[in-house]
């Protein structure tokens, strides 16, 4: 079920390449006045631990690229909409510069599938003269982009076609349209005449429909796996990305600007940047090693450096979350940032940061002597794919001594180890004799330094190793007590897939390990011995001139108290909003769950979810991104240009 890799030598985008388009497009752009409006769609239904605060404070990275590379390209009249913050907005009511924007993209995470799907069937009603390309993207459009077009001739809607790929597959689209595209026509018009002569065939990473006239498609074409950028320094600024992002609001409308960069620190204080890309390790549940076609990409010290300098000077953010997928993969290419950031700090280049990011235990182990030029790099946390401390969920060289090891590694060393947790079928909430209970695990951790946690039940993912078994095993739900299960409920917060005789009792189990690690006696000790004091804990974070070393001494020495008491109290906070969020959002949603798993009857699939439609690839054979059992599509479509034409276009 992972998704195929491009033949050895042609995974990757020829070097320069990400930045040649974008030069191409900038000549280009300059006739098209291309508007375009780019939404990352949210279900608030999703609002649980361990995601809580990031959720909202947190501006996705990945619509922001979008965002970035548009504006790096030459199309300045874009704006980013953030569901999260606008929940009512609606395609078919917005205006940019007061006319219809000309694309509308919208892109998001499986969890979030059914207000992605209410954003694309909005955008459908849209009069068909004034209806902009509709472009789908994102994680959903990566591994089941059949489900962003409908299936039911009698209720037509759908995306007009899906990227399933990064930003340079948009870019190589948008390319080849405007080339074609006539003074005066509608992108979505030139859109399917390039369909129509073929001229798409050549673009890796899109699915598009075939044969919808004022109906459901009649087939999908997937023109195949895309090509990666290797190297991330060729990405466009992300601090771009911010620029462009729609302010706050309850409208169904978007507002007359885009929200100031002021503000930007205020409902965004977390900035997430990419610094490197895949995982050596082949975990059956993780989809990351094939999708990233088993490369590790990375950017450069000094990018990353200049990059995190932009963002603080143009919008003074400070706090960092890497999106990696594990940062420590490749110990020289860490050491090549860790040691630029520090030199850059010391030089006065760039503020000094906060910055946190996700990690194994093996790779942290292999770190030791390195931890230190991290932490100084500006490393304050770090989230530990620890899934199970005995290993026997998965073996990445978590067992208990190394596991503990490592967090003493990193707190000796300033930085904070927070514990990503897997429960699964086999592990008891309890354990009397070993520590394979979850909470016996919990209690090991704290005990070791755990700041904070995070604990999932093991869910099947698309794309990853295991969703076919997982699948026609009987061991995944299909509904419960007669309703249906929805993309929301796969969040790893509700029981979706299990063997266990009983279980509302594995549900049982998540909310405890939360109610253990978050409660009012822990909150007491947090006030007493807290977790959170630890080397470097107090560190002032900020350049070098916001020290004000002119400062009276009894202002310095009022701002080093200060710095104590919040280290000191750190713990006690963490502890506190933990328990709003297992109060306000946690517990209720998954004690309905519970009863409703007690007392519903469970109906399990026995199939893998595939294509209604049929979908083959440009010549016919099977589509790349189709799942066993998907309908092949009949014979190709004839192109109707000459093939030096098409290769032109």
Known sequence: MELPSRNRG???????????????????????????????????????????????????????????????????????????????????????????????????????????????????????????????????????????????????????????????????????????????????????????????????GLVYPHGRAGGAAEELVDTGIQRLLGDLDELPDAALGYELLEPPGRCAALAAEALSAAEIHKRSPIAAVVLTMGCKFGCPYCPVPAYNQRKYRTKSGQRISDEIGRLYQRYRLRVFFGADDNFFNDKRRTLDIAETLVRNARNGKHAKIRWGTEATIHDTLQMRDHLSLVREAGLWALW????????????????????????????????????????????????????????????????????????????????????????????????????????????GNHIVASRHPQPWLKQFNLLAAYVYFYNPLRLLLALVRPKSMIRLADAEPGPPESRNLALPPWKRARRRVRRKALAWLGDAAVQLFGMWGVARYTAPGMLRWSLRLARGKIERTDRVPTSETPMRSPEGGPAAHALPGTPLAGSPVVSTIAPERKKAA
């Open 10 to 204: 042609d995974e990757l985008l020829p070097p320069g390449e990400m930045t040649r388009i974008r030069a191409r497009l900038r000549r280009l752009a300059a006739s098209q006045d291309l508007k375009s409006v780019i939404v990352h769609a949210f279900d608030h239904r999703t609002r649980r631990l361990p995601f809580l605060y990031a959720d909202l404070k947190m501006a996705p990275a990945g619509v922001r690229a979008i965002g970035a590379a548009m504006v790096d390209s030459g199309f300045a009249k874009t704006r980013v909409v953030l569901q999260q913050w606008n929940p009512h907005f609606r395609p078919s009511a917005m205006r940019l510069d007061g006319e219809m924007p000309d694309l509308f993209m919208v892109s998001t995470m499986h969890i979030h599938s059914a207000r992605y799907q209410e954003l694309i069937r909005d955008a459908c009603r849209i009069d068909a003269a004034d209806r902009p390309l509709v472009i789908a993207g994102g994680p959903k459009a990566v591994y089941q982009p059949w489900e962003l077009f409908g299936a039911d001739p009698a209720d037509p809607w759908g995306a007009d076609v899906v990227v399933t790929g990064e930003e340079y597959v948009l870019l190589n689209l948008l390319e080849v349209v405007c080339s074609i595209r006539g003074r005066g026509e509608s992108m979505r018009s030139a859109f399917y005449r390039a369909r129509d002569c073929g001229a798409l065939d050549e673009v890796p």
């Open 384 to 491: 530990l794919g620890v899934e199970d401390v005995t290993g026997k969920l998965v073996k990445k060289g978590q067992q208990a001594d190394k596991t503990l090891d490592a967090f003493h590694l990193l707190r000796e060393n300033g930085i904070f180890p927070i514990p990503m947790m897997m429960h699964h079928d086999a592990q008891p909430l309890y354990s009397r004799r070993d520590n394979s209970g979850l909470i016996n695990q919990l209690k090991l951790l704290r005990g070791a330094g755990a700041l904070s946690m995070q604990v999932l039940m093991l869910t099947p993912a698309v794309g990853s190793r295991s969703f076919e078994e997982v699948c026609t095993s009987g061991l995944a739900y299909e509904s419960i007590g007669g309703i249906p299960l929805e993309p929301w409920m796969t969040d």
